[in-house]
């Protein structure tokens, strides 16, 4: 058997080894303690370490490929939400913008202005001109 407090060999009557239960007598636990005991395992307490199963590298390229297209398909379906959510937005501005502005028609006249008093037509008065 193996001593519960330190996992060393000891006698197969024994819970704890030689050494521990000379270290144990000289610090003496009051009789009305209570001690709780930990379970007594079959076999020293070893760390058990596990295995990581490795994966053929056939097999780690298949996993890459498919997630690099899974990626691609979800890049290209935000683009495309993205697209149809902005796609109204720019219609609307576009729109707006058209209809924004000036709200009035200029009317060209295609004769030359009249600058000089000579250059009046006889039936404006000088009054109306300026």
Known sequence: MHCLKCG???????????????????????????VLLPKRASSPVVKKTTRRRTIPVEERLIRVKRRVRFLTALLILMT???????????????????????????????TTPVTTESELPTNVSRETVQ
């Open 8 to 34: 060393r060999e000891a006698s197969e009557d024994a819970v704890f080894c030689q050494d521990c239960l000379l270290d144990m007598e000289k610090h003496p636990v009051d009789p009305n303690e209570v």
């Open 80 to 110: 495309l939400l993205v697209a149809a959510m902005c796609y109204p937005t720019v219609l609307f501005f576009s729109r707006y913008r058209q209809r924004t502005g000036q709200n009035y028609t200029s009317i060209t006249s295609t």
